[in-house]
């Protein structure tokens, strides 16, 4: 397929690429004790043979990447699967969903979209300040992501949001590829998962129409993933607190990688994914002559109802709702024992921060509103259709 110039600097590899990609990434040392670290038992003559004759993206994916998701799941989960009854393997879709991890959130998806029928995985929308190293930037390219531009001058973003948009279209209309995009900018280290209406006004700066034709042309479902545990979620407090504490801080590439490497090596319990519905046909019921930013608020609104409402929640997370605000009421969905445990889980995670000043009692409640906010959310979504509203009435969720 021929694909536009215009997409050069942040599509993925294409098959005619590889070779000489391969021969890059395989020269580089840091690549070969990755290599070494994932593949012990195995000499790296055999490992570059085997990558060679990937002649695909999706072939590498299959060869190398799955093999490797499917052994964190057995060895650092208590299992992983998704809820695909809403969609059609034959068709192609946008997958937007809350963002957890760095690393595993669309690589699990590619797993997953594998494990029930699909003929391709997704291409991914991944920030180029996740790109520290030229091996990186390599690997994530043969593993079909695109690079999201970003600490961009005002001129320069818009243009770059435009060339993603196209791309994105392009994608989906002409490579017949899957997509999949946070919903918001980073992750959200609250887990208050709020899509951001940006991510949809970038959306409509590709495609041809209204804007309802645009986002339709994309194919949007929902995704809502939840993990039991977050590895990360002990790093994502130490970050509120550096945050709080020290004017101007910013995370560096550092920190980054450390996400990265925790997020990938750490327990992270059960793991789910669930896809609502395309939502095509409820774009078709909004009034098409509201004012944008309503429209947008309209549309944002929806793909968070539907992820909210299709979490998967966990004793821990009912625990920590009601750890956060002082109460019993949840009492029915846990046990006293899965309390204890989670209160001594807490105790460890914020004994792994290593910062001056360590406010435990701040870490703790950043800790519990990483918990707690997907069963907030979860039952504020479900209160809209008449159920637990009364219940919602006697609670204040502290922020």
Same mark, same amino acid.
Not at 97 to 126: M, P, Q, W, Y
């Given at each position: ?31 070969? /004790?990755? =290599? ?13 043979? &085997? ?13 190398? +990447? ?24 034959? &068709? ?20 997953? @979209?594998? !494990? ?11 920030? !180029?300040? =996740?790109?520290? $190293? ?17 600490? @961009? ?13 196209? #791309?994105?279209?392009?994608?989906? $209309? ?18 208050? !998962? ?45 970050? #509120? ?36 519905? +395309?939502?095509? !046909?409820? @774009? ?49 969905? *846990?046990?006293?024992?899965? *309390? ?25 409640? +950043?800790?519990?509103? /990483?918990?707690? *906010? ?13 159920? =637990? ?11």
């Amino acid at each position: 397929m021929k694909i536009p110039s215009e997409f050069d600097p942040i599509r993925p590899f294409e098959p005619e690429e590889l070779p000489v990609v391969y021969d890059r990434i395989l020269a580089d040392k840091q690549f070969q /004790q990755v =290599l070494a670290y994932l593949y012990p038992d195995v000499p790296m003559e055999i490992l570059e043979q &085997k990558i060679r004759a990937c002649k695909t993206n999706l072939e590498f994916q299959k060869a190398f +990447c799955y093999p490797f998701l499917q052994r964190l799941v057995t060895t650092l989960s208590l299992g992983l699967s998704m809820d695909a009854t809403n969609i059609d393997i034959r &068709k192609r879709y946008t997958f937007i969903s809350n963002h957890r991890d760095i690393v595993l959130d669309s690589a699990f998806l590619d797993k997953l @979209l594998i !494990d029930v029928g699909f003929s391709t995985t997704c291409e991914i929308a991944i920030g !180029d300040n =996740l790109l520290s $190293a030229d091996w990186i930037r390599d690997l994530v390219r043969i593993n079909k992501s695109f690079t999201v531009e970003r600490a @961009l001058h005002s001129v320069e973003m818009l243009r770059a949001s435009k060339r993603m948009s196209e #791309y994105i279209h392009f994608a989906v $209309a002409e490579k017949n590829e899957n997509v999949w995009i946070a919903q918001r900018q980073g992750r959200a280290k609250n887990s208050n !998962d709020l899509t951001q209406p940006a991510i949809l006004k970038m959306m409509v700066m590709g495609g041809e129409g209204s804007i309802i034709d645009r986002l339709k042309q994309l194919h949007i479902v929902p995704l809502s993933i939840s993990y039991e545990y977050d590895p990360c979620d002990y790093l994502k407090a130490r970050e #509120y607190q550096l945050r709080r504490d020290i004017p101007y801080w910013k995370k560096t590439a550092e920190d980054d990688l450390e996400s990265m490497l925790i997020g990938i090596k750490g327990f992270k319990g059960h793991i789910f994914y669930h896809c609502a519905p +395309c939502i095509d !046909d409820w @774009l078709d019921t909004l009034d098409a002559d509201l004012p944008k930013n309503k429209l947008f608020d309209a549309i944002a609104s929806h793909i968070d109802h539907e992820i909210h409402s299709s979490y998967k929640l966990y004793p821990i997370n009912y625990v920590a709702l009601d750890m956060i605000q002082d109460t019993k009421v949840y009492e029915e969905y *846990y046990t006293q024992d899965d *309390y204890e445990k989670f209160d001594a889980y807490l105790a460890g995670q914020i004994e792994k921060i290593d910062i001056e000043n360590r406010d435990e009692q701040f870490l703790r409640t +950043c800790l519990l509103t /990483q918990y707690a *906010y997907p069963a907030k959310n979860y039952i504020d979504a479900s209160s809209e259709s008449g159920r =637990l509203k009364s219940l919602l009435n006697r609670l204040t969720f502290k922020k």
